[in-house]
C-alpha cells in the first residue's frame, strides 16, 4: 500500500499528566524519546513499538495513541508546541485523508547496534524492573492531578530545614508537607508533583515537578497525615550552566504556615518489600537518598517491635563532599547492627589525603556481600540519583557477580523478573 495512507497508530506522551521525570526517556531503547524545556515528545520515525516505556511511567502519560496518516504524523516541533493531546481523527476525517488499514505494530524491538569491537553496548537501563517486589504494598496512584476527579490537592508546609552544610554549594532542604483531613496515602519509594505558582516564559502555568517522598508510610511523624520530601536548590543545568530552577527555589524558600498544590501520587514498581526478612541495598547519590531515607525510617519503626525479625540493610551512599550529603549527621547515629552504611565522597582528594570514591567503588570493595545477596531470592537492589551513575553500579553488579563464579545474563534477568533490581535515575 502507498505510505500516503498508510495508518500508523503513532506513541504520544499527554503533556497534561506527564510529570517530566525522564523515566520513558531513559527506558527507550531507540532514542525516540526527547525532550525540551516544556514537553517530552516521540520520534514517529524511531518509535519500534517496543513498549519499554509504557509500564515504568509513573502517572500513565506515556501511555497515549492516535490513528495517523503515516504521512501526516505529528512532528516533534508540533509535540513540543502542545498544551494537550489533540483529539482522534475521525473516521471520516480518515476517509478523506485516503487512509487505508492500521500498519501493525514491529513484532519486536531491532537488536542493539554493535560497538567498534563488535560487541553489543551494555545497557544499564534493560536491567531495571518494571515491576515491584511480590510482596509489596498496594500503591495508590493519580488521585489527584489534571485527569482526576480533583486538580491538585493544598498541603500546608510544616516544616523546612537544611540538611546540608551551611557554606557549600548543595542547597538540600528537609520539607514537611501536610494535608490535614484529606487523604494522600503514600508508600516508600513513591513520588509526588509540585506545581509552581506562575507562568513560564510563554505566558503558560508551570508544569508540576516530581520529588520522591522521604518519609514512610505512616507519615513524617507517626500518624500524621504527612509526608517529608529531600530538595537540592538547582542553580545549575548537568552542564554547569547558571540556571535558576524555578520549582526547586520556590520549594526551598518555603515558609512554615506556607501552602503548595501537589499532584499524585505516582510510582507503582520502585517500592519496598513488605516480606520482613527481605534484605535490601540501597545505592544513591544526593536527594537520590530520598526514597532510602523513607525505607530506612519505616524498617527502623518497624525493627521497635519485639517481634519483628527485619532482613539486612545496606546503602551506598555517594556526594562530593561530607558536607554536601544530605542527612549525614542523622545517618551516624543509627545502629550499626540496623544499617550498613558505606559513604563515598568524589571530591576529597587533596583534602584529607582520601582518594576519590564512588559508589560503584564502595560496592566493589563489599564484593563477598554484595555477591551473597545477589544469588538470594530476598534480597533486592534500589538505585537512585543521576543518570550517571547508572551504568557504573550495574556495571559494578556484574562484575561481582562474575567475580562470584556468578552468570550476569541469568541473574540480571531474574533481578529484573522477579522486581529485585530498580533503577530511578535522572
Known sequence: MDMAVTVIKQHLIDPEICIRCNTCETMCPVGAITHDSRNYVVDAAKCNWCNACISPCPTGSIDN????????????????????LPAELSAEQLAEAGAGTVEAAPAEAPAAVADATGQAPFQAASYGATLPPWSAAHPYTNLYGPKAAQPFITATVAGNLRVTEVGTEYDTHHIVLDFGALPFPVLEGQSIGIVPPGTDANGRPHHARQYSVASPRNGERPGHNNLSLTVKRVLE??????????????????KVGD?????????????????????????????????????????????????????????????????????????QSLPKDFIDINFAFSRMNGRNGQPRKYVQDAMRERAADLATLLADPLAHFYVCGLKAMEEGVVLALRDIAHGAGLEWDTVGATLKREGRLHLETY
Open 65 to 84: 495513541y492516535r490513528r495517523m496518516p503515516a504521512a501526516r504524523a505529528y512532528t516533534l516541533d508540533e509535540q513540543l508546541g502542545w498544551d494537550s
Open 237 to 254: 543545568d548537568h552542564q554547569g550552566r547558571p540556571v535558576r530552577g524555578v520549582a526547586s527555589n520556590f520549594v526551598c524558600d518555603l
Open 259 to 331: 501552602t503548595v498544590q501537589v499532584i499524585g501520587p505516582f510510582g507503582t514498581s520502585f517500592l519496598m518489600p513488605n516480606h520482613p526478612k527481605s534484605h535490601i541495598v540501597m545505592i544513591c547519590t544526593g536527594t537520590g537518598s530520598a526514597p532510602m531515607r523513607a525505607m530506612t525510617e519505616w524498617r527502623r519503626r518497624q525493627r521497635q517491635s519485639a517481634q519483628f525479625e527485619g532482613g539486612r540493610l545496606m546503602l551506598f551512599f555517594g556526594a562530593r563532599s561530607q558536607q554536601e550529603l544530605p542527612y549525614f549527621g542523622p545517618l
